[in-house]
């Protein structure tokens, strides 16, 4: 992440927030944000322990941030839940435990910051369709935004001459939003079929 800060404009203005966390593989979830724009407020974690393999997955990151524009506080839910290896069936429980977290998670937020716009994102390793996805937005009050897909890009994960979509934006607004997003896209870059290919997504 440090490389991709060092490649934008403005470099000086951009923060990282990343902790090493206990994932077998080191693989951590963090967040970069343009400080000009937000003011950082808190971050945490919630565990996630998958007993059946007697390992930590990637714990949930957590990030509140102040909008300097508006004022609005951001609660931000960063997700890369357990992979579908050794079968898709075989590791559902472990997503559908992560969602669990994660919704209890954004209820709590809820009860303790009515006033909070809450965003949740990341790798959910699952598609819109799939039941760890539907526990969330099957939530009153959490809305799953629905990506502009460019032409020749059916997802956000290729690989082996398959489209998916792993990587999705969730949200909830406060009783009276200070903003609105308008849609969520996917950036189009050159497509190697010999390599796994991931798609950036940005809300807008």
């Keep these: 992440m440090k490389k991709l800060k060092d490649r934008l404009y403005h470099t000086a203005d951009w923060e990282i927030i990343i902790d090493e966390g206990p994932d077998i593989r080191g693989i951590d979830p963090a967040l970069m944000f343009r400080k ?12 996630v322990f998958i007993a059946e393999r007697g390992y930590h997955s990637r714990p949930i990151m957590r990030v509140d941030l102040c909008l300097k524009e508006n004022k609005d506080t951001l609660s931000i839910f960063i997700n890369h839940w357990s992979s579908r290896r050794g079968g898709k069936a075989q590791t559902d429980p472990f997503r559908i435990y992560a969602a669990g977290i994660l919704l209890d998670a954004v209820k709590e937020v809820r009860k303790m910051h009515p006033d909070y716009t809450i965003l949740m994102t990341g790798d959910f390793n699952d598609d819109s369709c799939d039941s760890c996805l539907q526990i969330l937005y099957r939530e009153p009050g959490i809305q799953y935004l629905k990506k502009d897909l460019p032409d ?3 997802g956000t994960y290729y ?7 792993f990587d999705h934006f969730l949200i909830s607004f ?13 950036s189009a870059l050159a497509l190697d079929q010999r390599k796994r290919n991931g798609r950036p997504i940005a809300i807008l």
């Design 174 to 186: 406060p009783v009276s939003p200070v903003f609105t997003t308008r849609d969520v896209r996917i």
């Design 159 to 165: 690989y082996n001459g398959e489209w998916t979509s």
């Design 36 to 47: 000009t724009h937000a003011e950082y407020i808190y971050h945490s974690y919630y565990p």
């Design 152 to 154: 020749g890009v059916q």
